[in-house]
């Protein structure tokens, strides 16, 4: 397998200064990393990272013999005064809070700066003389930013990819930074630069965009990847013994209290202040709630000897003292304050047994901690995950309750809602977050972003449709004239729901439907993007005479015959594979997205999923499914919170424009309704003809090549309503108008 070479600012290991010697250390990127499966990812990984030259040489050389969690070590000796200075003054003094949108704390210092640049160079170094030309080298957060475009500067050919673990912030964040166009120039030579949440990457470009000016992206990839965990590994943790000692241990300290569990390093960025004055106004707020649950707080010691973070534990320790003395009594402790690390087992349990699990960050890249709770649910008695929305983990855990930390009234409500979620829904909610971070593990996070920096993505231009405005004067015109009504469904005739198969179209409409069908100049066909079984569930108990048209014309239903025609060649699905392939990898990367095959299209549903990040990663999908289908008799199309891949032959405007041509009497009047952009292709069919008069409407008021806009599917009824009765204007007075039978309607049938 081809050799990725992961770069980060430490190795997987610490040095153990007493015993003198490597033990494994903690954090997500080590979590994520031993966590990979090489076969699966298709890479062979090898960890290089800094380590100072005040380590016993005997012992570095007996790091590089050994093997870490299966990933051999290269160690990047650095000088030990140069790293502090790189690390305080520059990482942890400009960088860190900087990116985290604490400016107040920002200290600028040249010394801090020729450091950081000493640093970036001696890794660069070290990598250069490692790397092989058929090695991928994937470099990793903040602390290393300027490696990238050292490395191009010598070898341009190398592929180089980068992945910031925490945010990046807004342009006018970023442009503050004195060395913001050095650090720009160095990122944008990367091949892949790869971000947990969309608004990250969205700060990016704006800042690339405003400092460097026009960028050629051609050749880059920039994305999304929130990292994901070692999900069989907390599966694993939670039912081992030692874990289930722990879960014992702990049952009985708890008794009946209801548990929020917060688990957070001590840093500014995790809003533990926030947490306690939230804590501390939900306790004042409902009295009720008093010796009835109590915060677990777990607080890991972090950079114990800078002057802010001692402040910081200060506050906190007054602020924990403080609630327990103003709320407290003798048998209950409002704040359980754990100020060390736990081990795995013992974390394992405290997730377990916790009810919610508290994450009020300020910011936060991602946070781990959330989707670590999450694996170690039980499904019988699950807890809620209560997130801060400026936690990267928001866009991925669909189902977790959202607070700003900064809003503590509403956290206050979002805490008292956590705690008494009902169970079914903790159930089901707990169940699909589960379910996605299962299909969607560490190695996952990996392999999607090693095979995005190994292809070479064009940039594409998506031309948008002016839209046209319209309105109904038109319906004077159709008096004494043969008209053809093609409809569509979902979103048309019926309201979208959540999942497609809830979609049912009213009796109220089939009414409307059958009464303008037995109009002796008006045939009504409706035109549906969904599979024959759906259609029939929604009609087939009715007694009407109009044609249905299945998988965007691909099969038709004759009220003659009562049977479903194919008008598509047998051998023209070749594409399907390849497709649902591609579509199972990027369902997995998206909460609450699903596929439905429908036989001769295929359709990824993203309309549950987290708004931006579907969006973006649709976008990505579209055009790499054109690619694919370049040479294939198939095509793709974007719908509302849909993207579709079918037969070229299964195309509405195919379909309509080979119904009307079959026409012995050639329509006067062709009338076109719908909402998506598969209706727009009935739009483009029937207004390039020259024989006839279009008609056509598009529900919604997105861009469209329609003549005329109905503003939603509520409004729907109304319209056809009005179209009834002008058809019905032009019936003969006196009398009943004759039913029409149901051998009137003639059915197209390519077999």
Request: glycine share 4%; proline share 5%; net charge negative.
């Amino acid at each position: 397998m081809p050799r990725c070479l992961l770069v980060s600012n430490r190795l997987p290991v610490a040095y153990n200064t007493t015993f003198k010697k490597f033990t494994s250390s903690s954090g997500g990127l080590v979590s994520a990393i031993k966590g990979l499966d090489p076969a699966k990812v298709g890479y062979d990984f090898e960890w290089m990272g800094i380590l100072t030259d005040d380590i016993h040489q005997e012992d570095i050389e007996e790091l590089k013999k050994t093997s870490h969690g299966s990933l051999p070590c290269h160690p990047i000796i650095i000088p030990k005064s140069s790293y502090d200075a790189y690390y305080n003054l520059y990482c942890n003094n400009v960088l860190w809070p900087l990116f985290h949108y604490e400016r107040n704390m920002v200290r600028h210092t040249q010394e801090g700066w020729r450091a950081y640049e000493e640093v970036n160079r001696l890794v660069a170094e070290a990598i250069l003389e490692e790397a092989k030309d058929t090695d991928t080298i994937w470099i990793h957060d903040f602390q290393l930013l300027l490696v990238p475009g050292m490395i191009k500067d010598k070898r341009p050919k190398l592929k180089v990819g980068f992945f910031l673990h925490i945010p990046f912030p807004s342009s006018e964040i970023f442009r503050e930074l004195p060395q913001r166009k050095e650090i720009l120039i160095s990122l944008i030579q990367c091949d892949q630069i790869g971000f947990h949440d969309l608004s990250y990457l969205n700060h990016f470009r704006s800042s690339v965009g405003r400092i460097m000016g026009d960028v050629n992206e051609t050749g880059k990839s920039w994305g999304v990847y929130p990292i994901s965990i070692d999900t069989e590994h907390f599966i694993h943790l939670s039912t081992q013994p030692e874990t289930l000692e722990w879960i014992e241990r702990y049952r009985k300290s708890k008794k009946n209290l209801k548990w929020i569990l917060g688990v957070d390093r001590l840093d500014y960025i995790k809003g533990l202040v926030l947490k306690l004055q939230a804590f501390r106004a939900f306790l004042k707020r409902f009295p009720e709630e008093r010796e009835k649950v109590q915060l677990v707080q777990i607080v890991i010691p972090s950079r114990t000897e800078v002057p802010q973070y001692k402040s910081l534990k200060k506050e906190i320790e007054q602020m924990v003292s403080s609630i327990n003395g103003e709320f407290g009594s003798p048998a209950w402790m409002p704040v359980q304050y754990i100020y060390h690390s736990v081990s795995e087992p013992e974390l394992s349990a405290l997730y377990q047994l916790s009810d919610v699990l508290n994450i009020s960050s300020r910011r936060d890249g991602m946070n781990l901690v959330s989707l670590e709770y999450v694996m170690s649910q039980n499904d019988t008695t699950p807890g809620v995950v209560l997130l801060s929305e400026f936690a990267g983990a928001h866009s991925t855990l669909s189902y977790a309750l959202s607070i700003n930390p900064w809003n503590i009234a509403d956290t206050v409500i979002k805490m008292k809602e956590a705690l008494h979620h009902p169970e079914v829904k903790r159930k089901k909610e707990m169940k699909a977050m589960k379910e996605f971070l299962t299909r969607y593990t560490s190695s996952d996070w990996a392999k999607f972003i090693l095979e995005d920096m190994a292809m070479e993505p064009k940039k594409k231009e998506i031309i948008k449709p002016m839209p046209l405005n319209g309105h109904f004067d038109w319906m004077k015109d159709i008096k004494g004239k043969k008209i053809v009504f093609f409809c569509d469904l979902d979103g048309t005739l019926a309201p979208i729901a959540p999942h497609p198969k809830d979609v049912k179209i009213s009796n109220s409409t089939i009414d409307l439907l059958q009464a303008i069908s037995e109009q002796k100049n008006c045939e009504f066909v409706v035109v549906s993007g969904r599979d024959k079984e759906f259609l029939e569930e929604q009609f087939l108990d009715f007694d009407f005479n109009f044609p249905l048209a299945a998988c965007h014309g691909a099969y038709c239903y004759s009220p003659v015959d009562s049977q479903w025609h194919t008008r598509i060649p047998q051998d023209s699905t070749k594409w399907k594979d390849k497709v649902l392939e591609v579509l199972e990898l990027y369902s997995l990367r998206t909460p609450e997205s699903f596929i439905e095959d429908k036989g001769h299209a295929i359709t990824w549903h993203y309309r549950n999923s987290p708004r931006d990040f579907a969006e973006f990663l649709a976008n990505k999908l579209f055009f790499e499914l054109e690619e694919i289908l370049a040479n294939q008799p198939a095509q793709v199309t974007r719908g509302k919170k849909v993207i579709e891949v079918k037969s070229i032959h299964a195309n509405k405007g195919f379909f309509v424009q080979q119904w009307v041509q079959s026409k012995v009497h050639q329509p006067d009047f062709v009338v076109a309704v719908g909402d998506d952009t598969t209706d727009e292709d009935m739009f483009s069919a029937l207004q390039g003809r020259k024989d006839i008069k279009p008609i056509c409407i598009k529900i919604g008021n997105e861009d469209t090549v329609a003549h005329y806009l109905i503003k939603d599917q509520l409004s729907v009824n109304q319209f056809l309503e009005k179209f009834l009765e002008a058809l019905r204007d032009d019936e003969p007075s006196g009398g009943d108008k004759p039913r029409k039978s149901k051998t009137s309607p003639q059915v197209l049938i390519h077999t």
